[in-house]
């Protein structure tokens, strides 16, 4: 089965474009190195929670707006090969191509595919 990689991150309203820029790059680097699919969503109706919820997962703050991203991998043998080298490709060198939000506050993970109706 797949291995998903997800990610939920907050982006300031104003770097959207920026965001697109770079997510589009990013997509191309994972492609390359194996990935099926990259998706990215731009969060709509993401409300805060009593408890939990993803703006206060990510300390979302009111000049930005939730992202909800997954990479397909065929395996997650793949994905760590392509994560690695991703690590050292040229174009996800955050000097050339800065993440146009705070890294420090996107959660990410690897998932096994239990189900896929």
Not at 46 to 54: A, D, E, H, I, R
Not at 87 to 92: A, G, H, K, N, Y
């Amino acid at each position: 089965m797949d291995y998903v990689e997800g990610f939920v991150a907050a982006v300031p309203q104003k770097n959207k474009a920026a965001f697109l820029e770079h997510a589009r790059t990013a997509a191309q680097v994972f492609k390359e190195l194996g990935a099926l699919r990259v998706v990215e969503c731009w969060g709509d109706d993401v409300q805060p929670g009593k408890l939990t919820s993803f703006p206060q997962a990510v300390m979302c703050q009111p000049d930005e707006t939730v992202i909800f991203s997954w990479i397909v991998w065929p395996s997650r043998e793949v994905r760590d090969a392509g994560v690695a080298k991703m690590m050292q490709d040229p174009r996800m060198n955050p000097g050339t191509n800065p993440m146009p939000f705070d890294g420090k506050r996107v959660i990410f993970g690897g998932f096994q595919v239990v189900l896929d109706v």
